[in-house]
């Protein structure tokens, strides 16, 4: 019973300084570890690892485990040197140069081993009599090493207590005073246990040899425990080495203390207690989820080739979200849809963002991304109310108690569905289900997890974004523009009144001639230049003209009639047909008539240019609930689509003699009146406008 006491004891210490010496020599430790506390460290693994084999190899007799018993013996040797020396070394080292753990190499470090030195003939007495007591055969060497130990352990001890005050590490007067003492208490033990306690309770050798072994876990336990409490020394423990080392004292402790007894219930009531043992491990392991899920995703980096294939592929996407948020929220939403449809393997994904939950379903969605299988709106709208009531991020049918959310992921083919909210933001992610109608495992759950909550912050951000830049684009637009507008009302100013002079000299010349003279005809052209000219010159001046002040009550359909009857002598000129549709309806609204008869002249005008010879230009008003709605649609060439998408921008135009301000000055009124413009044109078949007027117009000028 003693001997498995031992060997448990000096198992567990083997397994201490290995994690220890293993967490020193790992590559992100190395910069803040000095070569001493490796020496030191490895000295006591060699120490405690040489004596759980001798203790182990005790009543060998074949001759190969006699020569691992005598190697093991010479690996205790070693070890017993070293910690001194190491001890020494590292606490002259402190003295000269502090903490820096990569200080200028000195050769005259190295005298603090002379003590190895006497390995050499440690070893020839070791492997003379490999199968003798270890303390015997030492014997001779004791009282030199005894001495040795002492006076280093008494130089550290002092050196160690002086330093406590000049080292700024975290808590080193606590760790310093600890070693110190620590020290000084080892080296009266070993005292102790060698002089007095041997000789006065030979009996009980054993046990003092066990419990002196045992003594060079102390210090290690001491800089672990500051080190992990109070980061003494910056180390990163890697969780493995921790775990590892739990499961070999878990096996040492079942193969030492249970075994025999179990072998002992085996051979009396004839029953295998391995099955038993591995039936109980079973039943622990499906019993405790943390434990099962441990187990799982153990088995998944055992057994699956994907895991780590798919954390650094999410790991890459994570990265990607934050580049090219600066384009289209859609467009940069939809190409990360189609990213995890293909990381994750499934055959459907998509993403819907949420509005204010006072609206229609319709109209809560306010941005959608799909790839592959799409979802209606519906089906969207309940999936997210759905995982709201459930309480949980994440929504899957295993998770999913009630039948109706059950039935929508199995009728969707969902197999996951993720809400994220961030902020001002909400969201649904949907993936569906993997190849063979695989569910997604725990592990794409985790990141998707993950990848959701990085999506939220990163939509946020170009939302952000992107309103910055519209709100810069629009200020350095209504600049330009204003400057623009100064400049163009002080041209048309400044050419006003020249033309009407012009104007009225030819008039009165053109009178003066006569009808038969041959200038006349010169002189009706250059009124009619003089004409366009001012009719150019009142387009500057509308584009430079202020909102109007003061909203009025007028009749849309009023107004629509009177234009088209200024209008319908050009029409005729142009061999253009005009065709009305009005409804009985005459309901007013509040707006300024003088804005909502210059938006239907210019609508008119270009609709009669646009229509060409024997063309038809058709117009409609009718009343919708709390909307007057007038169409005007002309059947010509229409607008190709590089006009469309700035159509009401301003000096974009296709008359060779156009300027380019007729229909921004539209959409500008529009806005004025808080109303809606529509233009649809198709290439060769025409183009419409339909104005939307509420019946209480806002009057708000442009923002």
């Not at 189609?338 to 319709?362: I, Q, S």
Request: glycine letters at 6%; charged letters at 20%.
């Amino acid at each position: 019973m003693f001997n498995d006491l031992q060997l448990f004891g000096l198992g567990a210490a083997a397994v201490i300084d290995t994690v220890l010496l293993m967490a020193l020599i790992e590559r992100p430790n190395r910069r803040h570890v000095a070569i001493w506390m490796i020496s030191l460290t490895a000295a006591a693994w060699l120490w405690h690892s040489g004596n759980f084999v001798h203790i182990l190899l005790l009543e060998a007799t074949h001759s190969w485990p006699l020569r691992v018993n005598a190697l093991s013996m010479s690996a205790m040797t070693i070890g017993l040197l070293m910690m001194p020396s190491s001890m020494l070394h590292g606490a002259i080292r402190l003295w000269h140069t502090g903490v820096d753990a990569k200080p200028p190499a000195n050769a005259r470090y190295g005298l603090c081993y002379l003590p190895v030195l006497a390995l050499g003939p440690i070893v020839q007495a070791l492997f003379a009599k490999p199968n003798g007591d270890y303390l015997t055969l030492v014997t001779p060497f004791a009282t030199p090493f005894v001495v040795w130990l002492c006076v280093t352990n008494l130089i550290a001890a002092t050196t160690f207590w002086t330093l406590r005050k000049r080292v700024t590490l975290p808590q080193a007067a606590s760790f310093f005073r600890g070693m110190a003492a620590l020290l000084c208490a080892l080296s009266l033990f070993v005292l102790f246990v060698m002089y007095f306690a041997i000789p006065l309770w030979p009996e009980q050798t054993d046990a003092w040899k066990f419990i002196a072994s045992l003594s060079p876990l102390l210090p290690a336990l001491l800089f672990a425990y500051h080190v992990v409490r109070f980061g003494f020394v910056p180390l990163v423990l890697e969780r493995t080495l921790v775990y590892g080392a739990v499961l070999a004292a878990t096996f040492l402790f079942h193969h030492l203390a249970l075994a025999e007894v179990t072998n002992r219930l085996s051979d009396q009531l004839r029953v295998d207690f391995a099955i038993v043992e591995a039936v109980a491990a079973a039943a622990v392991i499906l019993s405790y989820q943390p434990l099962r899920q441990r187990v799982a995703e153990a088995l998944r980096y055992l057994l699956g080739s994907r895991v780590a294939g798919v954390r650094e592929q999410t790991r890459q996407l994570a990265a990607r979200m934050s580049e090219g948020i600066d384009q289209p929220v859609d467009n940069w939403l939809t190409s990360i849809i189609d990213e995890v449809r293909t990381l994750f393997g499934v055959d459907h994904a998509g993403c819907w963002l949420f509005g204010n939950t006072d609206r229609t379903d319709a109209e809560r969605i306010i941005g959608t991304a799909m790839s592959g299988r799409s979802l209606n709106i519906e089906q969207v709208v309940a999936m997210q109310s759905l995982v709201a009531e459930s309480g949980q991020r994440v929504l899957t049918r295993f998770v999913a108690s009630d039948p109706a959310a059950q039935g929508l992921l199995s009728a969707t083919g969902t197999s996951a569905a993720i809400t994220f909210d961030h902020r001002d933001l909400r969201g649904l992610l949907v993936l569906g289900r993997k190849s063979f109608n695989q569910e997604l495992d725990d592990e794409n759950l985790s990141s998707l997890a993950l990848l959701t909550q990085q999506l939220a912050v990163t939509l946020r951000n170009a939302r952000l974004q992107q309103d910055r830049l519209t709100a810069e684009r629009r200020a350095l637009r209504q600049e330009k523009l204003s400057t623009l507008g100064l400049l163009a009302s002080s041209i048309a100013h400044e050419i006003k009144n020249p033309l009407s002079s012009i104007r009225t000299i030819s008039t009165v010349m053109a009178e003066d001639l006569g009808a038969d003279s041959p200038h006349v005809e010169d002189l009706r052209l250059i009124i009619s230049e003089i004409d366009r000219l001012a009719a150019s010159t009142r387009q500057l001046l509308e584009f430079a003209r202020p909102a109007p002040a003061a909203i009025d009550s007028c009749v849309p359909r009023d107004l629509l009639e009177r234009t088209l009857r200024i209008l319908r002598h050009l029409a005729q000129q142009k061999g253009v047909r005009l065709e009305t549709n009005f409804d009985d309806n005459h309901a007013a609204i509040r707006a300024d008539p003088e804005s909502l008869g210059e938006i239907l002249f210019n609508l008119l005008s270009n609709s009669i240019d646009a229509a060409g010879t024997d063309g038809v230009v058709s117009v409609s008003c009718r009343h919708e609930s709390t909307t007057i709605v007038i169409l005007i649609r002309d059947n010509g060439e229409g607008l190709p689509p590089e006009v469309q998408d700035h159509l009401f921008e301003p000096f974009v135009t296709t008359k060779l003699d156009g300027t380019g301000l007729g229909l921004y000055i539209v959409g500008r009124r529009i806005r004025e009146l808080g109303a809606e413009i529509r233009c649809e044109s198709t290439p060769g078949a025409g183009t419409s406008f339909e104005v939307r007027l509420p019946l209480e117009c806002s009057g708000l000028t442009e923002p």
